[in-house]
């Protein structure tokens, strides 16, 4: 059975950083993506980011090019997603999905991430 357990989220001031976490199992191949999306209230989900295990290539969403960073730790089967200089409008549940990008099979609970003076 799969899971994906995100972690990491919480209240942060203008500015801040916060790095969430996506701890993956039960994946029948080791080779998978792994994509961070969010979903704010009122708007439809979007992609933020996404890393491969084939190649470890990386996707990053305009908005957050330059401010945000993912990578992986393939023995702790976890992908990061480290998020710098935040703004209010990165207010959403974060979530992680997977085993592909573009159309995951498989979504973590999420974690709400507001960001707030």
């Known amino acids: 059975q799969v899971q994906l357990v995100e972690s990491g989220g919480g209240l942060v001031q203008p500015g801040g950083s916060l790095r969430l976490s996506c701890a993956a199992s039960g994946f029948t191949s080791d080779v998978y993506a792994i994509g961070w999306f969010r979903q704010a209230p009122g708007k439809e989900r979007e992609g933020v980011s996404c890393i491969s295990s084939s190649d470890g290539s990386t996707y990053y969403a305009d908005s957050v090019k330059g401010r945000f960073t993912v990578s992986r730790d393939s023995a702790k089967n976890t992908v990061y997603l480290q998020m710098n200089s935040l703004k209010p409008e990165d207010t959403a549940v974060y979530y992680c999905?997977?085993?592909?990008?573009?159309?995951?099979?498989?979504w973590g609970q999420g974690t709400q991430v507001t960001v707030s003076s």
């Open positions: 999905g997977g085993p592909t990008c573009v159309a995951p099979r498989e």
